[in-house]
Each structure stands twice: as C-alpha cells, then as structure tokens.
Nanobody
Framework: QVQFVESGGGLVQPGGSLRLSCAAS????????MGWYRQAPGKKRELVAT????????NYAGSVKGRFTISRDNVKRTMYLQMNSLKPEDTAVYYC????????????WGQGTQVTVSS
C-alpha cells in the first residue's frame, strides 16, 4: 500500500518559517521524483515544488520561488519543504506525492498537514 504521511504544519505569523516533512512508503522512494502540493479552502490542489529522484534538480511555483526549498533524504525515505518568509496566501493544507514527468504517480493521498499563516 502506497502511503504518504505529512507533518510539520502549524500556525505561524507572516514572515515566519516552517519545515514540512513527508514520510513515504509502499514504493521504491529513491526511484521516483516527488512533489509538494497545497490546497487552500475552496480552491483546487496546486503544485508547489518538485524534486528529481536523486535530488539533483528542483522546480518551484512562481509564487513560492525564492522562499521555499524542497529537499529529500532517500535513506530515510523522507522529503522536506523548508518554507521561509511565509505569507497569508500560503495558508493551505500541504500534501506530498510521487511524480511522473507530467503528473502525480499515485492516486493515494495522505491527510496533509495544515499550514496557517496569520497574525
């Protein structure tokens, strides 16, 4: 069973930082690219950042570029998202998943972790 467990979210003031973690199981983690997604209330899930299987290349949505950093540890089978200079518009539930070249690889989604940026 493919599973993703997201953690590290919470309530933070604008300008603050959070580090999210994604623990993955049920597939060969080191063989797959990964991505972070987020979904704000009433909106569609959107792609935030991607990382290649070996961590050598990353890509970011324009709204987070320069503020967020995606990384992974293939030994721990865990992916991370360091979020700095957080803004209220970053408020969302954050999810992780494996990726192909064009889309998510699995239909299984975790419960996500809530990030709330508010003063």
């Amino acid at each position: 069973q493919v599973q993703f467990v997201e953690s590290g979210g919470g309530l933070v003031q604008p300008g603050g930082s959070l580090r999210l973690s994604c623990a993955a199981s049920g597939f060969i983690f080191s063989a797959n690219a990964m991505g972070w997604y987020r979904q704000a209330p009433g909106k569609k899930r959107e792609l935030v950042a991607t990382i290649t299987s070996d961590g050598s290349r990353t890509n970011y949505a324009g709204s987070v570029k320069g503020r967020f950093t995606i990384s992974r540890d293939n030994v721990k089978r865990t992916m991370y998202l360091q979020m700095n200079s957080l803004k209220p518009e970053d408020t969302a539930v954050y999810y992780c998943n494996a990726r192909s070249d064009y889309a998510t690889l699995f239909t299984n989604w975790g419960q996500g972790t809530q990030v709330t940026v508010s003063s």
